[in-house]
């Protein structure tokens, strides 16, 4: 079985696993050097680093390196770890490299004015494969959007009616007026998407929220929304924004650990609308360039 192989076929198939590789020998193992061993996220595996409790344990550390999408680096002395001696070693001390298999990071960007064009090429570069998805062909073209993964000019509900985001997937709603994002927002949080983000003001949000919630989806649906959308670092015009919301989606991706200045206040669940801010006046000015295209 070609390792390899089994890694793409494992992408294509959006799912996760995790690859260990013995990088470092010093004495006798029962393996070699550059032994590769894949772990999928069913716990099957592909190929063997030599089997025995040393590979029991690359196992259970693969599967924690798939969920924290994080690598890491084990190493085993066989000579002086009595739990090693199986019969199956010769002695010795290795160390292993597991690195996390991951899905293509696909972004759904529904609406293609000024910040989807410009957060296309941003993402793009950042390593997204995008999805546009506008109900107006003039904008949903390859001329604007040359190199993305795929271009949607169809009505957003019946377009979304065709997509599956699964776990690996992001979302930004950025259309030309509030109706269009809260259908879309609709469906977005009742899918399995890893990030969901909306371009708006405080005010819009809580209104969108507010609406979808007296329609019955429950509150817990929305704890992955940020809106507004992107980290706070003062963004204004549509490039800005769009390095703002990239900044955002790879602190997402990466897991990152410390506190980030994201503009979203939503996951603090304070519904009230707050006084109109800096920020507020000129997302809604931005909202309105929008809704003229």
Not at 45 to 62: D, F, L, Y
Not at 83 to 97: A, N, R, S
Not at 109 to 122: M, R, S, T
Not at 205 to 221: D, N, R, V, Y
Request: hydrophobic share 40%; proline share 4%.
């Amino acid at each position: 079985m070609d390792i390899y192989e089994e890694i793409v076929k494992l992408r294509q198939e959006a799912r996760r696993g995790a690859v260990a590789t013995i990088v470092n020998v010093r004495g006798s193992i029962p393996s070699f050097k550059t032994a590769k061993m894949l772990v999928r996220d069913d716990g099957s595996i592909a190929g063997t680093i030599g089997g025995g409790c040393v590979e029991a344990e690359v196992w259970q550390a693969a599967r924690e390196v798939m969920e924290s999408e994080k690598p890491r680096t084990l190493t085993f002395n066989l000579n002086q770890n009595p739990k090693y001696d199986t019969g199956l070693v010769c002695g010795g001390t290795l160390d292993i490299f597991i690195e996390p298999v991951l899905p293509p990071a696909l972004l759904y960007i529904f609406g293609a004015g000024h910040v989807a064009v410009n957060l296309y090429k941003v993402s793009k570069d950042a390593g997204f494969d995008v999805i546009v998805v506008d109900d107006r062909e003039a904008y949903a073209n390859r001329e604007r959007f040359p190199e993305a993964h795929e271009v949607i000019a169809d009505d957003f509900e019946q377009a979304t009616a065709r997509l599956t985001p699964n776990e690996s997937s992001y979302i930004v709603i950025v259309t030309r007026g509030h109706r269009d994002d809260m259908r879309v927002l609709r469906w977005a949080v009742q899918t399995q998407a890893r990030y969901i983000g909306m371009i708006g003001s405080k005010r819009k949000t809580i209104a969108i929220f507010k609406e979808l919630q007296s329609e019955g989806l429950p509150a817990h649906l929305f704890e992955r929304l940020h809106a507004p959308v992107g980290l706070d670092i003062g963004a204004i015009t549509p490039e800005e924004i769009a390095v703002a919301i990239t900044a955002e989606l790879i602190a997402v991706r990466r897991r990152a650990e410390r506190s980030l200045p994201h503009m979203s206040w939503f996951h603090t669940h304070n519904l009230q609308a707050d006084d109109r801010d800096a920020s507020d006046v000129a997302t809604e000015a931005l909202e309105d360039s929008e809704e003229k295209l």
